[in-house]
């Protein structure tokens, strides 16, 4: 069974900078595609970035936030830069399908951690 476990998460003021971790119990984690989404109060979960030897941001997040992996560790991160209120949400690390390419669409990922609050204050 797959298990994915972010932490990292927290408060902080805008313009703040936190870094996210995602620990994944699998073998071979660098042959999976892995990716960020965010759920904010009151909205739906959305896509923020996906990384395999490629890596895919959203829009939102381009420039500010950064993923990467180490595939030796298993771990997956999100380095968030020049936080911004709106970007307060929980946010979730996923796993999809092995040597699939990155993807914006949540059904392209079956795994899901248990989610990390990020809290960005004004």
């Known amino acids: 069974q797959v298990q994915l476990v972010e932490s990292g998460g927290g408060l902080v003021q805008a313009g703040g900078s936190l870094r996210l971790s995602c620990a994944a119990s699998v073998r071979t984690f660098g042959d999976y595609v892995m990716g960020w989404f965010r759920q904010a109060p009151g909205k739906e979960r959305e896509f923020v970035a996906a990384?395999?030897?490629?890596?895919l941001h959203a829009d939102s997040v381009k420039g500010r936030f950064t993923i990467s992996r180490d595939n030796a560790r298993n771990t997956l991160y999100l380095q968030m830069n020049s936080l911004k209120p709106e970007d307060t949400a929980v946010y979730f690390c996923?796993?999809?399908?092995?040597?699939?390419?990155?993807?914006?669409?949540?059904?392209?990922?079956?795994?899901w951690g248990q989610g990390t609050q990020v809290t960005v204050s004004s």
């Open positions: 996923a796993m999809g399908g092995m040597y699939r390419p990155t993807s914006r669409r949540q059904s392209e990922y079956q795994y």
């Open positions: 990384i395999t030897r490629y890596t």
